[in-house]
């Protein structure tokens, strides 16, 4: 198994950016997939989340009407739609997949956002 996020980079406020998570070694279309995110010195935030087919989704309240997530199942990527970007979004965005018998059980090593004022 295998994720493996881009997409991420310097931005200004107010900006957009477009991330993505290519998935490997896996049935993509059988697990919810996530975006976690972590600033510097702070702790996990999960930011948004996806079912199965894409009809259900899940955003924290401090992107919700700025972020949209997004999977493709026939190309096994899942996508975050990132706009209005604000200088608190920076952060390390991972890709995470949910095993809804043991919680996640993979990360990918993550894409760095950083949104200037």
């Known amino acids: 198994v295998q994720l493996v996020e881009s997409g991420g980079g310097e931005v200004q406020s107010g900006g957009s950016l477009r991330l993505s998570c290519a998935a490997f070694?896996?049935?993509?279309?059988?697990?919810?997939m996530y975006w976690v995110r972590q600033a510097r010195g702070k702790g996990l935030e999960w930011v948004s989340g996806?079912?199965?087919?894409?009809?259900?989704?899940y955003y924290a309240d401090s992107v919700k009407g700025r972020f949209t997530i997004v999977r493709d199942n026939a190309k096994n990527t899942l996508y975050l739609q990132m706009d209005s970007l604000k200088p608190e979004d920076t952060a390390l965005y991972y890709c995470?997949?949910?095993?809804?018998?043991?919680?996640?059980?993979?990360w990918g090593v993550g894409t760095l956002v950083a949104v200037s004022s």
């Open positions: 070694g896996f049935t993509f279309s059988s697990y919810w």
């Open positions: 995470a997949r949910l095993n809804r018998a043991t919680g996640v059980d993979y």
């Open positions: 996806i079912n199965f087919a894409g009809d259900r989704e």
